[in-house]
């Protein structure tokens, strides 16, 4: 069909047009006046089709989106028209285009030839701003003619599309809007309140409001303006109306406030009021955040200030505070009492110059630059003891520390100083007392090892002189000057044991120590053998020293001190006896504590470990034992000096003690001393028995039971007996003794030594007592630390004799009791 075939549209058209364009109704939320619009212009242009499409906001314009179609009498939308190889791509956001006829040849798109499109014609759609907003077409399935009439039409309805779809962008844009508010107003973490600008009244509030406050959002829109304010001063209504005033007044409004909860609790918001409008009302937006945990932290700060401030003001001890440059900042009221000075007179000035002595002034410069270049310095973060100065001049020592930090003007150094006059003179009376209590339990321990010495030069003693009393009473019948020379000379002798061991009795080092290199082994030895006769023939002691074990730096009579006070606490720990083992040895320690002191402990060591199978020690007693007179035996058992000694002493070599016990099974102690690199020389100590006087013989008759565990002993006094007449029978245990009286034997009297294994002489006699009444017991001993005449005589001992034994008196003793007990008449129950 040739161009001219359409008719020419009469100005009546473009009127009937206008009208149509106007007749398009428009219902929001759909696409129907779109529809409408593309039919009516399908009418007035007498073509098949027209189409309005919109551009996809914000994509590039490839693609229209159809809102409302006329296609050969049916309305169609909604659906996407791709611009590549179309007609419409030269007119988007362009221009507008007629192509009269021929237009699928002109352009490969297959909706042309769906549509049986011959004739086109599009006018893009711009925005009131004239930013393309989509296209209007119409299409026909006969050419076009009239393009300019053609053109016109499209403009009058595209006016109308354009205006429509802006809009539709419009409303869409405003309804975003509104939800993207609401869904800020819905989750914001703050508290949000809308109010009326005229009344005051709650219009809205956020879900955080609601569970802030505990009100309803309908309990809200009762609420007045004052109506969450605490109610007293200046957190009123009145005062709540007043920054509401401000806020209508166009003023940005933001203060603290102290509002009460529906529950009646308080607490601290921050409030910010502003004036807004919504929509084409005015409004007043209240945001509101919980600040009660800050207002209570800075509450607490001040508080904590106000603490500080006092404390510092009542503190016993100086604190002085320093700028960097060591001049004076603060000084506290215990500073000016303890330097005389002023705190107004102090403020400013260089506390080198105000209270360190001349000579250490340069000292303290020379610290402070250090300081500043390292940001280190020997008294930083240290305790350490200095010498001051006094207004008058007057030197004194204190304990100083030093701490710093940083201000707003630089570093500021704070000192706290401790006068410790009174301490230093109580440590010097302290070590002179510690020095006196080390006395005490020397001579305490001392006592003890004197014991087990009388026992063992007695019985040599007993012996020795026994056979020169025995040698000069046959030396009476056969004289000879000679001999009697020599038997005086031993009987000298035997005078001379007897006033040393008077003299140990009595002896007591005054003097402090005097360390020296000492090899263990040999005072090992010897110690253990001196310690092993104060013991009870129950405890079996076993020693041990390692071969080339290093030596110490140690005063001997120390050392001895704390073998002998550990020993006897654990031969205390073990009453029905046991196993004592003292070993010494070198040993590497890591990650250990010294039980008396606390120090971590670690390094080589040379240890003297001393081990009992004791009862073991509670854990409320390991805390406490090293306690100068603590003790858990009974009043007047202990000094309760014996371990605190050990404390003290070992500390005193840099050493440490370790402890395991467990209870029932027993203890360790572990003394750790440092060793030396050199050799130590040997150290050894001679020993010299006691003499008694010889006894002149009288001859007795009767059959006498001799009960002694020392062989030699045991062997004199059965030669003294029979020289004085006696039939003695020599057993060397107790149970010997009652194994040959059950057998019957008998025997007018019984002699026994008190210290032997299983039995002891008083126990003996005890049962001897219980089982042959009539028969006499003489109990005789070297060492009775703890028996009494009292003790034997209740065990049924007729007489009690002490070594060395003096032979006048055992005789004068055999006589009566053999002279009022006639031989043979002692018998068995």
Not at 314 to 329: F, K
Not at 434 to 440: S, T
Not at 494 to 520: D, E, V, Y
Not at 651 to 657: E, P, R, V
């Amino acid at each position: 069909m040739s161009a001219s075939s359409q008719p020419e549209l009469p100005p009546q058209r473009i009127v009937d047009a206008l009208r149509l364009a106007a007749e398009a109704r428009s219902t929001s939320g759909d696409n129907d006046v779109f529809c409408q619009l593309a039919r009516h212009l399908a009418q007035a242009l007498g073509v098949a089709h027209a189409f309005i499409g919109e551009l996809y906001a914000g994509r590039e314009p490839e693609v229209v989106h159809v809102i409302g179609g006329y296609f050969a009498g049916r309305c169609e939308a909604n659906f996407d028209y791709p611009l590549r190889d179309t007609p419409c791509r030269n007119v988007v956001g362009q221009c507008y285009r007629f192509y009269p006829d021929n237009i699928q040849a002109r352009f490969l798109d297959p909706h042309l030839r769906e549509l049986g499109a011959e004739g086109y014609a599009a006018i893009p759609l711009f925005s009131s701003t004239g930013g393309p907003i989509g296209i209007m077409a119409a299409l026909d399935t006969k050419p076009l003619t009239q393009p300019e009439l053609t053109e016109s039409l499209l403009k009058i309805f595209a006016v109308r599309a354009a205006l429509e779809l802006e809009q539709r962008h419009m409303l869409a844009a405003k309804q975003r809007s509104e939800a993207n508010y609401r869904t800020l107003f819905e989750a914001t973490d703050d508290a949000v309140f809308i109010y009326d600008l005229t009344t005051g009244v709650i219009l809205d509030v956020n879900p955080r409001a609601c569970e802030t406050y505990g009100y309803s959002r309908e309990e809200f829109h009762h609420l007045s303006i004052g109506a969450l304010s605490a109610g007293y001063r200046p957190y009123t209504a009145a005062e709540a109306r007043q920054h509401f005033e401000r806020a209508r007044a166009g003023q940005p409004t933001r203060f603290e406030w102290r509002t009460r909860h529906k529950d009646g609790s308080l607490r601290w918001d921050e409030v910010k009021l502003k004036r807004f409008s919504l929509g084409d009302t005015a409004h007043i937006i209240a945001f509101t955040r919980d600040i009660t945990a800050r207002k209570e932290h800075e509450e607490a700060l001040h508080k904590s200030e106000d603490r500080l401030r006092a404390t510092v003001e009542a503190a016993l001890d100086c604190i002085v505070g320093m700028d960097g440059n060591g001049d004076i900042i603060d000084f506290n009221p215990a500073a000016e009492r303890c330097f005389g000075i002023r705190k107004q007179d102090a403020v400013g000035r260089s506390l080198a110059d105000l209270v360190i002595p001349p000579r250490y002034r340069q000292a303290h410069q020379q610290g402070l630059e250090r300081f500043h270049l390292t940001h280190s310095g020997p008294y930083i973060g240290k305790r350490v003891e200095v010498t001051a100065m006094r207004a008058d001049g007057s030197e004194f020592p204190v304990e100083l520390a030093i701490d710093h930090a940083r201000g707003k003007d630089g570093t500021i150094f704070i000192g706290y100083l401790r006068d410790i006059t009174e301490r230093k003179q109580a440590e010097r009376e302290r070590a002179q007392l510690e020095a006196q209590l080390r006395q005490a339990q020397k001579m305490e321990a001392i006592g003890h090892l004197t014991g087990g010495i009388a026992h063992d030069f007695n019985n040599i003693l007993t012996t020795a002189l026994g056979y020169t009393v025995m040698a000069q009473e046959r030396l009476a019948q056969v004289p000879d000057a000679k001999l009697e020379k020599y038997l005086d000379r031993v009987q000298q002798a035997g005078q001379k044991a007897r006033h040393l061991i008077q003299q140990m009795l009595t002896f007591s080092r005054g003097q402090h120590g005097t360390p020296q290199p000492l090899q263990l082994a040999t005072i090992l030895a010897e110690s253990v053998d001196l310690i092993t006769a104060t013991f009870p023939s129950t405890i079996e002691l076993t020693t041990r020293c390692e071969a080339a074990c290093a030596p110490l730096m140690i005063d001997p009579v120390h050392f001895e001190q704390i073998l002998l006070n550990l020993c006897i606490n654990a031969r205390d720990a073990m009453p029905q006896g046991g196993t004592l083992d003292v070993s010494v040895s070198h040993h590497r320690l890591s990650g250990g504590h010294c039980r008396s002191c606390h120090q971590p402990v670690e390094g080589n060591w040379v240890e003297l470990c001393v081990s009992d199978q004791g009862t073991g020690i509670a854990d409320s007693v390991l805390e406490r034992m090293f306690e100068p007179f603590f003790s858990t035996k009974q009043t007047g058992k202990s000094s309760g000096m014996g371990l605190s000694t050990v404390h003290g002493l070992v500390h005193d070599y840099a050493g440490h003690i370790l402890v395991d016990t467990t209870a029932g099974q027993g203890t360790t102690f572990r003394v750790l001393f440092k060793p030396l690199p050199v050799a130590a020389t040997d150290r050894s100590a001679g020993l010299t028995p006691t003499a008694v006087p010889p006894a002149q013989p009288q001859r007795l008759s009767g059959r006498v039971l001799l009960v002694d565990d020392e062989a030699m002993v045991a062997e004199f006094m059965g030669d003294l007996l029979s020289g004085w007449g006696l039939e003695p029978t020599v057993v060397l245990s107790s149970t010997e003794a009652l194994t040959l009286l059950d057998s019957d034997a008998v025997f007018d009297l019984v002699i026994t030594d008190q210290t032997m294994p299983r039995m002891t002489g008083l126990q003996l006699a005890h049962t001897l007592c219980q089982r042959w009444p009539a028969l006499p017991v003489i109990l005789y001993t070297g060492f009775s630390d703890d028996l009494t005449d009292a003790q034997a005589l209740a065990a049924g001992v007729r007489a009690f004799l002490r070594k060395p034994v003096d032979t006048g008196a055992l005789h004068q003793q055999l006589s009566e009791l053999l002279t009022t007990a006639p031989p043979g008449t002692a018998t068995k129950d």
